[in-house]
């Protein structure tokens, strides 16, 4: 493993050499190694929300649906000043990979938001994670994408983001 963390920093890098070293050692045929290697689907978006001073902020977010073949997407979502996309992805298909290891019927996904949560209140991060939510709200649902907890946070913004995808269900 160091060695392939040597070679470069890109996560999404790390995660596709990773990737390559079991597949080979599986002996994958080249169309799985393909569709394996690379994202389903990237989402890029501006997160506009109003901060508790009345001004606003305006940070980028990202969801990244590695592979869906296995069922619904499923991944938390990450909240840091420098998450990339890169590390979205690698993040995403880590995931993959975690639930085909232990058979659970999900692909693997993830999300992330450019902002450092320790700057904002309770209040902003809600805020925050209701109109992410609503921006990604095209690709995630209970039979496309679930976004679920990341394992630095209580969960508290991601029960905001359910009530707001359950707001939008019912009004559609």
Same mark, same amino acid.
């Given at each position: ?69 296995? $069922?619904? +997407? =499923? @991944? /938390? #979502?990450?909240?840091? !000043? ?24 999900? $692909?693997? +996904? =993830? @999300? /992330? #938001?450019?902002?450092? !949560? ?55």
């Amino acid at each position: 493993m160091s060695l392939v963390l040597e070679k470069t920093r890109n996560p999404f890098e790390v995660a596709q050499r990773q990737f390559d070293i079991a597949a080979d050692a599986l002996g994958l045929e080249e169309g799985i190694r393909l569709k394996l290697r690379v994202p389903r689907r990237c989402l890029t978006v501006s997160v506009p929300f109003e901060r508790d001073d009345g001004t606003w902020m305006v940070v980028q977010g990202h969801r990244v649906q590695h592979d869906v073949s296995r $069922g619904p +997407a =499923k @991944g /938390g #979502i990450r909240y840091h !000043p420098q998450v990339t996309l890169d590390e979205v992805k690698a993040l995403a298909a880590w995931m993959t990979w975690k639930c085909g290891v232990v058979n659970l019927p999900y $692909g693997g +996904a =993830k @999300g /992330g #938001i450019e902002v450092d !949560p320790k700057k904002l209140s309770l209040h902003e991060l809600e805020r925050m994670t209701r109109r992410y939510t609503n921006e990604i709200a095209i690709i995630i649902g209970p039979e496309k994408d679930i976004p679920a907890p990341d394992v630095s946070d209580e969960g508290k913004p991601r029960r905001a983001g359910a009530r707001t995808r359950s707001r939008r269900r019912a009004s559609t």
